[in-house]
């Protein structure tokens, strides 16, 4: 069974940044796209950014901002945010893409706040 385990959150004031980790364990081999997504307080979990073996994808509330990548040997994924917003404040989770409901994380908040 896989499994992501997220971290690197924390309280950062606007403008700041923030690197966020994914570690996937468990039969880890076959996972294609992966995805960063979030969920904000009374909000639906939105797609963040998506990576393919061809190219990245991102919101567009934070394009320019935000950038994935990957390490396949070390089966990690990373979300680097840069120019962080309030409205960024969210419970940050990575999953594959399209995501698969059983391999949730608990995922790990970020609060952009002065």
């Known amino acids: 069974q896989v499994q992501f385990v997220e971290s690197g959150g924390g309280l950062v004031q606007p403008g700041g940044s923030l690197r966020l980790s994914c570690a996937a364990s468990g039969g880890t081999s076959g996972l294609g796209n992966m995805g960063w997504y979030r969920q904000a307080p009374g909000k639906d979990r939105e797609l963040v950014a998506r990576i393919s073996w061809i190219e990245d994808t991102y919101a567009d509330s934070v394009k320019g901002r935000f950038a994935i990548s990957r390490d396949f040997a070390k089966s990690m994924v990373y979300l680097q945010m840069s120019g962080l917003k309030p409205e960024d404040t969210a419970v940050y989770y990575c999953?594959?893409?399209?995501?698969?409901?059983?391999?949730w994380g608990r995922g790990t908040q970020v609060t952009v706040s002065s």
């Open positions: 999953n594959q893409y399209p995501p698969r409901e059983t391999f």
